[in-house]
C-alpha cells in the first residue's frame, strides 16, 4: 500500500532507530539510541523505582507495593514524542530490578549488591519483593523423589516444568467500551460485592493504582504535546503536537469515541502490558473504523491504523490475530483485515508478527492476499484453523461464543482474549527422553546407577512390541505426575509474585471474584504443555516394531548396543533404521498410525491433571531453539538419529525425514489428534519463493493450505526462503540481510541465526 505523506516520513524515522530483532522481541527496552529522546543511561541505571518503593514503604501490602512501583517506573520515563507520529509513548528502560507478566519482579537479588545495607536486611528486602522464588519448584521435587534421584532428572533434561507461564491478551474491547475511569467504576462496583478481607481489597485498590498511572500517563504525555505545540514554528507539527494533546487529554478519562482515540487508549494498554499480545485487532477496533470512515476523524482511519502498527513494529509484539470467525459463526474478515495485511507487506519485517484465522467459509481473496505475501518472501502471517481449534476448546469446557472469539498469542499459543490464563507454556516435556528411560529399565542415562523411573525391565527382555510399549507407557505416565505437579509449583510461584497485576483489571472474573491473574481470576485457566520429540519417539518405535520385534531383522541385544555406542560401529543397522522403516511425514499410515497412537497416550495423558488455576492441562507443540536444546541432551535413537542431533521445533516431522513432498507432510500432520492441542500446536512449512512465483503456482499452494486447515490440521508457520539463498547467506551473510524464516513459533532474519540453528532450518529441506 502506499501510506500517506505523514506515515512515510514515521516509516523514515523508524528505520533510523529501529532495533535489532532481540529487543523488539523482548519488548523491554527503550530507544537504541536513548541519548537522542532524552534518556541519560547513567541515569537509567541510578533509578531503582521498584526497590525503592519496597523500602520506602516497608508496612504497606506487597501488592500495593508492587503497583505503585509499576505506576513509579512508568511516570519516571521522560515523555518522548517523536515529530510526525499521531499516536505516541515509548517503551520503558531495562531497570535492573523490573516486573514481567511471566515472573513478576526480576532482578531482585540486585539488592544484595547494596553496600549500604547489611546482608540481613539485604535478604529481607529480597523476600519482601519475592514472596516465592524457584526454590519452590526446587523443593517438591527433592520432597517427591529425593535429592539424588532428582539432580539425575534434572541433569538428564527430561523435561522443564514450571516455566515461562506467561502471555495472555487483556479485554481491549471492555477498555474501549469504558475508558479509564470506567474502569475505576467496574473495579468499585465488584470491590463492594466481593469486600472480604485485607487481601482482597488490596487487590482491588492495587488495580485502582495501576489504572489511574495509566491516567496520569496520559496527562503527561498531553502537558508534553501542548508544550511542544506552544514552542513549535512549523504549522503542520504544530497541529500534530496540539491534535495529540487532545486525544491523550481526553482518553486520560473518557471512553473513546473516535478511532483515533481508540488507537492511542490500545497503545497504553499494550505497553503498560509490555507490548505483549494485541488479540483480535481487526475486530475490536472496527466499529471504531467504520465510523472514522463515514464520519471522519481527526486524521483518517488509514494513518490511525498505519500509526499502531508501525508503533508494533518498532516496539515489538507477540502476535495480532486477524478474521476467523464472529461469535456467531459467520466469517469475520472486514476492511480492517485486508488493510492490516497491506501494511505488514509494505514493512516486510520480522514484526508486527500476524496471524489469520481461517475456515472453510474463509473469502478465497484472504488466503490469496496471504499466500503473496509469503510469495515476496514474508513468514508472516501464520494461519490456524478454525475448524480444530474452535472444537478442541469446546471439549475442554469453553462456552462456543467464547471459543469462536479465540486469539493466537505469543509464538504460537491460543487463548480466549480478555478471559483466560492459560499458562501458555506451563512446561516443556522431551518424549524422547522418556523412550531413552524405557530402554534403560527407569535408570538416568547421565547417572546409570540412579534409578530414577519404575523398573519396568530391560528391552532385550521383551517379547512382543506391545510389551515394550507398555513400559514406554508406564515411565510417560510415571514422569508425567511428577512434571505435571511441578507445573503446579511453577503457577503458584506467579500467584504469590502477581506476575500479571496489570493484566488483572483488563481481564474478565478477575474483578468480579476479587482473585488475582495467577490465581485463577480469569474465565478460563486450562493449562498448556509443549510437546517435544514426537516424530523421534513415533519414527523410533515404527523402526522397533518393524525391524526387531515384526521382521526380526536386527535382535534387541544389536539394536541396545547399537544406540549405546551412537551407532559407532553399527552404521549398517542405522542405515537399515534409517532406510528401511517408514518415516512420520510421508503420508504413510504405517507410520503416521503409530504418531497418533504415541500423541495420543501423552496428551490422553496430561489431561488427567488439573492446573492450580483451574482446568486440564491440554497439548501444544511450539518449541522454538529447544527442539535444538533437548535434541543435545537426547541420546541416539532407533529412528537412526545420531546422539545430540535435533529434534525439532513443531508438530511435524523430524527435520529432513519427510522426503515425499509437502501434500504428503501435510497429510500426516493432519491425523494427529490436533483438537487435543488446543494450547497452540504449530507446523513447519517450507513453501519456497520459487514455488509460489507464478499465479497458478500459488492458485495450487492455496488449494493444498485450505484442504490442510480444512481437513484436520490446525497452524502452518511458513518458511519461504530457497535452499541456495540460505547457503549463501552462510557464506556472504551481508548479502542477505532481508532473508527471513521461521523459527517454530516467530520470524527472524536468517543471518542473525547462530549456525547450528541455521543448519537445523536447512535441514527441512529434505
Known sequence: MNFTDRMERVKEDILTRLKPYALREDTHTCPLDAASVGICADDVIKKDP????????????????????????????????FRNEAIVGITRPEYTVHEHFSWGIQGAESVFDDHDINRDEAE??????????????????????????????CNDNMFSAGG??????????????????????????????????????????????????????????????????????DAVQKRFYAEIAENCAYVAHNKPKTLYQAVQL???????????????MDQYLYGFYERAVRDGDVISPEESITSIIFKIWENGSHNVTLSGMLENGSDATNELTYLMLQILRSIHDTHPRMTVRLHKNSPPELLDLVISLWS?????????????????????????????????????????????????????????????????????????????????????????????????????????????????????????????LVKTPFTAGCLEKGMPHDAGGPVYNYGVVET??????????????????DEQRISSETLMAAIDADFDGYEKERLMLLNKSPKFGNDDDEADSMAVKVLNTFWDEIAKYRSVRGGVFTGACSLLYSGI????????????????????????????????????????????????????????VVLTTKMLSTPALRKKTAAVIRSYIVNGGQMAQITTANLEDLADAQCHPERHGDLIVRIGGFSIQFVQLDKEAQDEIMSRYS
Open 532 to 549: 517435544a520429540g514426537l516424530a523421534a519417539v513415533s519414527d523410533s518405535l515404527t523402526a522397533v516394531k518393524k525391524l526387531v520385534f
Open 124 to 153: 529481607k528486602l529480597f523476600r519482601r519483593m519475592s514472596p516465592f522464588t524457584w526454590d519452590h519448584v526446587t523443593n517438591e521435587g527433592i520432597r517427591l523423589l529425593g535429592e539424588r534421584r532428582y539432580e539425575a532428572l
Open 50 to 81: 521498584f526497590t525503592n518503593e519496597f523500602r520506602e514503604n516497608p508496612d504497606a501490602p506487597y501488592v500495593i507495593n508492587l503497583a505503585n512501583a509499576i505506576v513509579r517506573s512508568w511516570k519516571e520515563v521522560p515523555v518522548v514524542i
Open 376 to 500: 515476496e518472501g514474508m513468514s508472516d502471517p501464520t494461519v490456524v484453523s478454525d475448524e480444530t481449534v474452535i472444537p478442541g476448546l469446546i471439549k475442554i469446557g469453553v462456552d462456543p461464543k467464547d471459543a469462536r472469539n479465540y486469539t493466537v498469542l505469543g509464538c504460537q499459543e491460543i487463548e480466549i482474549p480478555g478471559m483466560s490464563n492459560t499458562g501458555c507454556e506451563d512446561g516443556i516435556f522431551n518424549i524422547a527422553k522418556v523412550l531413552e528411560y524405557a530402554f534403560h529399565n527407569g535408570k538416568s542415562t547421565s547417572d546409570p546407577d540412579v534409578q530414577v523411573g519404575p523398573a519396568t525391565g530391560e528391552f532385550t527382555d521383551f517379547k512382543t512390541f506391545d510389551e515394550f510399549y507398555t513400559a514406554f507407557r508406564i515411565q510417560l505416565e510415571y514422569f508425567t505426575k511428577i512434571f505435571c505437579t511441578l507445573c503446579n509449583k511453577g503457577q503458584e510461584i506467579r500467584a504469590a509474585n502477581f506476575a500479571k
Open 629 to 684: 536444546y533437548y535434541g543435545k541432551h537426547t541420546g541416539a535413537l532407533p529412528d537412526g538419529r545420531f546422539k545430540g542431533e535435533p529434534l525439532g521445533n513443531s508438530i511435524g516431522p523430524r527435520p529432513g525425514a519427510d522426503k515425499s513432498g509437502v501434500t504428503a507432510m501435510l497429510n500426516s500432520v493432519q491425523k494427529l489428534p490436533l483438537q487435543k492441542g488446543v494450547g497452540g500446536t504449530t507446523l513447519n
Open 164 to 233: 515461562y507461564q506467561g502471555h495472555t491478551v487483556p479485554d481491549y474491547g471492555t477498555l474501549l467500551c469504558n475508558g479509564l475511569d470506567g474502569m475505576l467504576k467496574l473495579t468499585d462496583k465488584w470491590a463492594g460485592v466481593n469486600a472480604r478481607g485485607n487481601d482482597t481489597c488490596d487487590l482491588y485498590e492495587a488495580c485502582r493504582i495501576i489504572i489511574r498511572g495509566m491516567s496520569e500517563w496520559l496527562t503527561m504525555y498531553a502537558a508534553e504535546a501542548e508544550r511542544l505545540a506552544a514552542s513549535e514554528t
Open 266 to 280: 490500545v497503545w497504553t494498554l499494550s505497553l503498560w502490558d509490555w507490548v505483549d499480545c494485541m488479540g483480535r
